[in-house]
T-cell receptor, first 111, second 114 residues
Framework: DAKTTQPTSMDCAEGRAANLPCNHSTISGNEYVYWYRQIHSQGPQYIIH???NNETNEMASLIITEDRKSSTLILPHATLRDTAVYYCIVREHNAGNMLTFGGGTRLMVKP | NAGVTQTPKFQVLKTGQSMTLQCAQD?????MYWYRQDPGMGLRLIYY???????DKGEVPNGYNVSRLNKREFSLRLESAAPSQTSVYFC?????????????FGSGTRLTVV
């Protein structure tokens, strides 16, 4: 699996958009970008995933650059409950390829 | 909508003691996983079960054994606990190994070995 690089921590004001970057410059053509988050003391929670196109769901938007070497997770209106560690994971979609979690970005949403 | 249930939530063991962590899912998922998370670190895969009747080693299997009891249940056993196994243990499940829509995680078991 390609490695990912994320900032260790970020702050965001409540109600503003939170933009979390992820670099994955060695991503291969059949690897997907996944985002999970882990709220303090809880198990990780799936947010969104994508291959090439931008994706949006009820939780977030995922913007993937045209060369696929980086992506940005956008929480459009961050709330205090979005304070968590956010993990960007690239993973080939085939059997035997498990989710591998790195250090992630600790997002602090402030009032 | 229980999802993935882990028991116990907290446990303190003495070095050398054994114990089994239990995990059950009610989503009819085929694949199940055990991860550990040390303080300030990401999750590391211990063992996984692609389907009922199969288990395979992950990144850090030493000191652990697993049993896929049936489709619902996947247990993790520490035969002789060591302080290095102090960690938070998460169980997860997915529809299958190649599940796009991700894993569902339990709330974790916090284990301290003294």
């Amino acid at each position: 699996d390609a490695k990912t690089t994320q900032p260790t921590s970020m702050d965001c004001a409540e109600g503003r958009a939170a933009n979390l970057p992820c670099n994955h410059s060695t991503i291969s053509g059949n690897e997907y970008v996944y985002w999970y988050r882990q709220i303090h003391s809880q198990g990780p929670q799936y947010i969104i995933h994508g291959l090439k196109n931008n994706e949006t769901n009820e939780m977030a938007s995922l913007i993937i650059t045209e060369d696929r070497k980086s992506s940005t997770l956008i929480l459009p209106h961050a709330t205090l409950r979005d304070t968590a560690v956010y993990y960007c994971i690239v993973r080939e979609h085939n059997a035997g390829n498990m989710l591998t979690f790195g250090g992630g970005t600790r997002l602090m949403v402030k009032p | 909508n229980a999802g993935v249930t882990q028991t116990p939530k907290f446990q303190v063991l003495k070095t050398g003691q054994s114990m089994t962590l239990q995990c059950a899912q009610d989503m009819n998922h085929n694949s199940m996983y055990w991860y550990r998370q040390d303080p300030g670190m990401g999750l590391r895969l211990i063992y996984y079960s692609a389907s009922e009747g199969t288990t395979d080693k992950g990144e850090v299997p030493n000191g652990y054994n697993v049993s896929r009891l049936n489709k619902r249940e996947f247990s993790l056993r520490l035969e002789s606990a060591a302080p290095s196994q102090t960690s938070v243990y998460f169980c997860a499940s997915s529809e299958k190994l190649t599940a796009h829509y991700g894993y569902t995680f339990g709330s974790g078991t916090r284990l301290t070995v003294v």
